[in-house]
């Protein structure tokens, strides 16, 4: 018996739970502090990200991402 497709689900469900815990604590904020709260904190984790991965980002990382080949990836075999 295949599964196919089976092996991606996983992140999907992934995604998808973070998905409600997201809003369920963008409902707490919102209920506890107002409807722009959780805005304001996405704002700050988004700073605070970028501020966190600014250093990574730079010229000459960018020109060697750019600068490699992308890999060849091997077709999955069949059957």
């Known amino acids: ?7 991606g689900l996983g992140p999907v ?7 409600c815990v997201g809003a369920l604590l963008g409902g707490l904020l919102a209920a506890r502090f107002g409807i722009t709260a959780p ?4 704002l700050v984790v988004a700073i605070g990200v970028s501020a ?6 730079n010229r000459a ?8 080949p992308p890999p060849v990836e091997s077709p999955a075999p069949v059957g």
Do not use: I
């Open 13 to 19: 469900f992934a995604v998808a739970g973070g998905n």
């Open 52 to 57: 966190a991965t600014w250093r990574v980002f």
């Open 1 to 7: 018996m295949t599964r196919n497709g089976g092996a």
């Open 61 to 68: 990382a960018v020109a060697r991402a750019y600068a490699d």
């Open 39 to 42: 805005y304001w904190v996405g």
